[in-house]
């Protein structure tokens, strides 16, 4: 078993559409997490292991101002992130407020943590990229996160995007968007989507060399035994 570093590291390296196919393989097909996009069109893929921020949609004597210094608000949990994770904020789809800004931004980064995931938005977008913080959401939202969110607790099961998310899952966005890895399984993801990409790209050349789909994608036994023999 690798630590976390070297899994993050490992996990990088392959992508969410490799790793949607590997997990689909197992049975698991509600893994993709629905309705966000990378807030930058260059940012890097990144992987770590989830903390997870708990909302409800926001009432009056909930979501107050006095309500985001306290003990149990976003500030709070971000002060307890350990460097490496990756916030996942359960916005319910919602776009009513927005789960952080830049100034939010700037310190989940000077705390190393890793990115963002959530299905709401955020705000002070233009101030956020500049941050260089790591964001997967569904876009811009000027609101305040009381305008629409009640925070009421860190590291509890929260469903994102449709997606049943627990702490410690391991979660890997990219171009494509993000996708949960259960962590009793990540091991086994791992090694089997490193194995996937090595074939596919053996699959590539092979269709630059002019070879037919037939039997190449998804591979015949012939066509297997020619990659393995290839792959020495």
Known sequence: MTDGSQTA????????????????????????????????????????????????????????????????????????????CIAVADARGSSDGAMIGDILAARMHRRGVAGLVTDGGVRDSAGVRETGFPVWC????????????SFVGWNQPIACGGVAI???????????????????????????AHAQEQQEAWIVKEVARGQP????????????????ADKG
């Open 9 to 84: 590291t490992a996990l990088a390296q392959v992508s969410v559409a490799t790793v949607t196919m590997v997990l689909l393989k197992r049975g698991m097909r509600s893994v993709w997490i629905r309705g966000l996009a990378p807030l930058r069109p260059d940012q890097a893929r990144i992987a770590g292991p989830a903390f997870t921020l708990r909302y409800i949609p926001a009432r009056e004597d909930l979501a107050t101002l006095d309500s985001m210094a306290g003990p149990t608000s976003t500030r709070a949990a971000i002060e307890a992130m350990p460097e490496g």
């Open 138 to 149: 569904s876009g811009a939202v000027a609101p305040p996160s009381i305008a629409g969110h």
């Open 166 to 192: 627990l702490p410690g899952d391991w979660i890997l966005a990219d171009s494509d968007g993000a996708v949960v890895v259960p962590r009793d399984l990540v091991q086994a993801v791992l090694e089997a």
């Open 213 to 228: 789909l037939t039997g190449l994608y998804p591979m015949s036994d012939e066509t297997r035994a020619r990659y393995e």
